[in-house]
C-alpha cells in the first residue's frame, strides 16, 4: 500500500516563507504523479490551490507556488499572511484511476 | 456558475445502506470526471471514488465491493451508493468536479469544484 508522506504541522512567521513537501512511502515523487494542492480549513470543503505540479488554480495568489524538489512535490508559501493557517493537502495520481491524498499539513502562522 | 450540492447523508446502522446524490449546475456532469472525497471526523481527506467520461469507475481498496459511483444524466446528478455500513464509513462526505489534467493515454486529474459536504453517520 502506498502511502503519501506530509508533514504533520509547520509553523511560519507572518511575512515569512514556508515550502511544505508531499512525499512517497517508497520511491520519488516526479510530474508524472501529476501533484496537486489544497487548502482547508476548519468546517469547509476543501480549496484548490496548485494542479500540475505547479499550475496555480484560478485566482490563487501567486505567493503559492508549487515544484518538485529533490524526491518530492512541494508547496511554497512566500510572504505568509494570518489567514494562510489552513490545512494542505497534497495529492499524487497513482494510475489507473487512483489517487491518494497525504496526511495533510496543520500550518500555524505566529 | 459552477456548483455542487450534495444530500441523502444521516445516520445509518452498521450493516447498512445510504444513497449520497450531487446535484451540479453551471457544467455538464456527464461531460466530466467526477468523484466523491471524505473525510472522517478530525481526519485527514480520503479519495473515494471516480467516474469517468466513458463511464469507467475507480474505488479506493476501503470501499471497493461495497460502494457504487453512478450519475443520472437526465438530472446532471452524480450518486454513491454505499452499502453494508461500516462505523469507520463515519465521514463527511464531498462531491468534487475532477479535472483532467493531460491528454492521449494519460488520464490524471485534479479536484478543481467542491460541494459543502454531506454528514454520514454510521453508528448503532
Known amino acids: 500500500q502506498t502511502v503519501v508522506t506530509q508533514e504533520p504541522s509547520f509553523s511560519v512567521s507572518p511575512g515569512g516563507t514556508v515550502t511544505l513537501t508531499c512525499g512517497l512511502s517508497s520511491g520519488s515523487v516526479s510530474t508524472n504523479y501529476y501533484p496537486s494542492w489544497y487548502q482547508q480549513t476548519p468546517g469547509q470543503a476543501p480549496r484548490t490551490l496548485i494542479y500540475?505540479?505547479?499550475t496555480r488554480s484560478s485566482g490563487v495568489p501567486d505567493r503559492f507556488s508549487g515544484s518538485i524538489l529533490g524526491n518530492k512535490a512541494a508547496l511554497t508559501i512566500t510572504g505568509a499572511q494570518a489567514d494562510d493557517e489552513s490545512d494542505y493537502y497534497c495529492?499524487?495520481?497513482?494510475?489507473?484511476?487512483?489517487?491518494?491524498f497525504g496526511g495533510g499539513t496543520k500550518l500555524a502562522v505566529l | 456558475e459552477v456548483q455542487l450540492v450534495e444530500s441523502g447523508g444521516g445516520l445509518v446502522q452498521p450493516g447498512g445502506s445510504l444513497r449520497l446524490s450531487c446535484a451540479a449546475s453551471g457544467f455538464t456532469v456527464s461531460s466530466n470526471y467526477m468523484s466523491w472525497v471524505r473525510q472522517a471526523p478530525g481526519k485527514g481527506l480520503e479519495w473515494v471514488s471516480i467516474i469517468y467520461i466513458g463511464g469507467s469507475t475507480y474505488y479506493a481498496d476501503s470501499v471497493k465491493g461495497r460502494f457504487t459511483i453512478s450519475r443520472d444524466n437526465s438530472k446532471n446528478t452524480l450518486h454513491l451508493q454505499m452499502n453494508s455500513l461500516r462505523a469507520e464509513d463515519t465521514a463527511v462526505y464531498y462531491c468534487?468536479?475532477?479535472?483532467?489534467?493531460?491528454?492521449?493515454?494519460?488520464?490524471?486529474?485534479?479536484?478543481?469544484?467542491w460541494g459543502q459536504g454531506t454528514l454520514v453517520t454510521v453508528s448503532s
Open positions: 495529492v499524487l495520481y497513482m494510475g489507473s484511476g487512483i489517487s491518494v
Open positions: 500540475s505540479t505547479n
Open positions: 468534487a468536479r475532477a479535472y483532467r489534467s493531460c491528454g492521449g493515454t494519460c488520464y490524471a486529474y485534479y479536484f478543481d469544484y
